[in-house]
């Protein structure tokens, strides 16, 4: 016997009549008829009296109505065991991404991911070098180029912004850098001399041809420190500088960078990483959102 039409005996069971049963199961009396006409013919008995009072069991449905209870019973105790692995909602979940936007956008968004998902932890890896995300080394790629090559899912969440900082007692005693003369007279934390691989590096050396290069570090947060410290100008990403008080913006217009959302097609389909996917979309279009260039 299909279990639906017990469902529709017990709806009908509880209420008491025709009318109240279609309102708790939100289908019309007419349905609940035809249903229980259905279960009768099947069984070839009567499984409830009709009067002005509404339905009443008879001693067959009563027989029936106990089986129904015990199994939908069982059936939600079954949908409470399972764990949340047993869902697919649990395990780990490996993220790559710069350390910026690592420290800036993922770390922050955690708590409230695992509000949502106590069972799923997350491992975020900020090493420089590209994770094969075919070959899962990681699950999710937060990308600050678009990928070419692979069965990958992709999505443009935004971009991330840049700018100019240093310490207000720096500025104090430098005064503000000029472009016209190459910031002569100012002190530059830069990249490693041959790290070119992003537009902001030579956009900088560009802009800073006449500055002392006081420091170098692929570390967006060693670099911010350094800022802070009163070291010099940094150009780094608003994701980690435009919330410390310690650094002072300095009016300028570097380039940008698009940050990608990428996964393993096989991976996306994964419950663990599609909630990840998903939740890591909703924050980040938020969260750029506030430092992104217009129509960024």
Known sequence: MDWDHLRFVLAVADAGGLSRAGKALQVDPATITRRLDAVEAHLRCR???????????????????????????????????????????????????????????VAPALPAFRRRHPGISVEIATDIRLFDLGR??????????????????????????????????????????????????????????????IPQVPWLRARAYAAAVAMRSNSASARAAAAAAGSGIALLPQLIAAGDPRLVPIAADPPAQDLWLVSHRDLAAMPRVRAMLDYLAEVAVAGLARFSPAGG
């Open 47 to 105: 499984l409830f009296h009709r009067s002005r009072r509404g339905l009443d069991p008879t001693p067959a449905g009563e027989k029936l109505i106990a089986l129904a209870r015990r199994m939908d019973a069982e059936v939600r105790a079954v949908a409470l065991s399972l764990s949340p692995e047993d869902r697919g909602l649990s395990g780990s979940v490996v993220i790559t991404a710069t350390e910026a936007v690592a420290a800036g956008l």
């Open 136 to 197: 899962r080394e990681a699950d999710i790629a937060l990308r600050l180029s678009r990928p070419l090559q692979g069965d990958l899912k992709l999505r443009r969440l935004g971009a991330v912004g840049y700018g100019l900082y240093a310490s207000a007692a720096y500025l104090a005693a430098r005064g503000l850098p000029q472009a016209a003369d190459g910031f002569a007279g100012h002190d530059l934390i830069d990249w490693p001399v041959d790290y070119t691989v």
